[in-house]
């Protein structure tokens, strides 16, 4: 008998994070799980300080370095903690003297942390209106003198905004890429230092994975306060085991780098993207008197679609019928209201298209 379900009796997963996973990823974890390589434990069951674990966390760094074009110039960590903890490791690391773009609701706690560390700069807020907008192409962020890095959020989660270019800056770049990690190309000589939660783009939750330059991560300029373990410095110079590691989640962020990779890399992902956000966009602007797209046109994420319909009742109405379809995790953020439709890299396209469909018989 087969452990597993049938590609078929697999719902149609729009959530936001942990995210979907691919069919063909859950599989072989399933296969591989009981015995790992034939070694007779799983994974979840061998010394992190093993050959064999190390083996593990050489081949999901190399698949992301692969993935992300990395030079020899830059390394990957895989700890805990979440982006979240990132929010605080960064200006204790980093700063304080953080120039921060606040383009919603992660993006403010990144402020808040960096707040309590010392002085921060917030040089843009889109809080005056709900988020739904960023900042334009043109504009500069240089911040004061003594500014140390500038933080903005690439993909914000709740509001459905993305940033389709780089912000404009003579400032080291830091970047929160939880929600648009490995969905497309990007030019990482650019950035200083980036981290994500594994959970929408990347694998399970609870692995942490911090991409940053050498420099940045092996020299620590912070204050004799913090932490061992918020020291980036603690997880580079201990390959990434300065502590037991999440053993199983960080094998499965490699097996779904190499998904992605089979996929054509992150510019194949980029191209699929496109195609499945373009489905919903243009099912909903075809009805502009009946749903309501949260962000504004020009910034609209690849990632998280956020729309409503004209009342509240509708919107109960829509996710309801999308239960009877099959189709789940659709409800927007509390913050946001309406619905939100997550289409990270591993969500199939006939998940798009069945919620395309849905959106046009609904609107019917
Ligand atoms: N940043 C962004 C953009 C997010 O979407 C999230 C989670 N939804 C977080 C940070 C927080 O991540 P974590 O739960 O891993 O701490």
């Not at 843009?124 to 890095?149: C, H, I, M, N």
């Not at 990482?188 to 399970?204: E, H, S």
């Not at 990434?240 to 194949?268: D, H, S």
Request: aromatic letters at 10%; a neutral charge; one cysteine or more.
């Amino acid at each position: 008998m087969s452990i597993l379900p049938t590609p078929n009796s697999r719902k149609h997963n729009f959530s936001a994070g942990p995210g979907a996973l691919p069919f063909e990823v859950l599989e072989e974890i399933a296969r591989e799980l009981p015995d790992f390589r034939g070694l007779g434990i799983s994974i979840m069951e061998m010394s992190h300080r093993s050959k064999e674990f190390e083996g593990v966390v050489a081949d999901t760094r190399a698949a992301l370095t692969r993935l992300l074009g990395l030079g020899a110039d830059y390394e990957i960590l895989l700890i805990q903690g979440g982006a979240s903890q990132q929010f605080a490791m960064v200006p204790m690391n980093l700063g304080p003297g953080g120039v921060y773009l606040n383009t919603g609701e992660w993006a403010s706690k990144a402020v808040e942390e960096a707040q309590r560390w010392g002085e921060t700069f917030e040089a843009y807020s889109g809080k005056a209106e709900t988020f739904r907008d960023l900042p334009s192409e043109e504009q500069r962020f240089d911040g004061p003198v003594g500014a140390k890095y500038l933080h903005y959020t690439s993909n914000n989660t709740l509001y459905g905004t993305q940033f389709h270019h780089l912000p404009r800056t003579n400032l080291p770049l830091v970047c929160d890429v939880s929600s648009d990690f490995i969905s497309r190309p990007v030019d990482m000589t650019r950035f200083d230092l980036v981290y994500a939660g594994a959970q929408k783009n990347a694998g399970p939750s609870g692995v942490t994975i911090v991409v940053a330059k050498r420099d940045v991560l092996r020299t620590f300029k912070g204050d004799s306060r913090v932490p061992t373990i918020f020291r980036y410095q603690t997880h580079a110079e201990n390959e990434t085991m300065y502590n037991t590691p999440n053993c199983f989640g960080i094998w499965v962020v490699g097996l779904m780098a190499r998904w992605v990779e089979r996929q054509g890399g992150v510019a194949a992902m980029e191209v699929l993207g496109r195609e499945k956000a373009d489905l919903i966009y243009s099912a909903i602007d075809e009805r502009p008197d009946f749903y309501q797209g949260h962000a504004v046109k020009a910034v609209r994420s690849l990632m998280n679609i956020t729309f409503r319909c004209a009342t509240e009742a509708l919107d109960e109405a829509f996710m309801a019928e999308a239960d009877r379809r099959s189709l789940i995790s659709l409800k927007g953020h509390r913050k946001v209201g309406g619905m939100r439709a997550s289409i990270y890299n591993a969500v199939p396209k006939e998940s798009v298209a069945a919620l395309a469909d849905l959106i046009r018989t609904f609107g019917r």
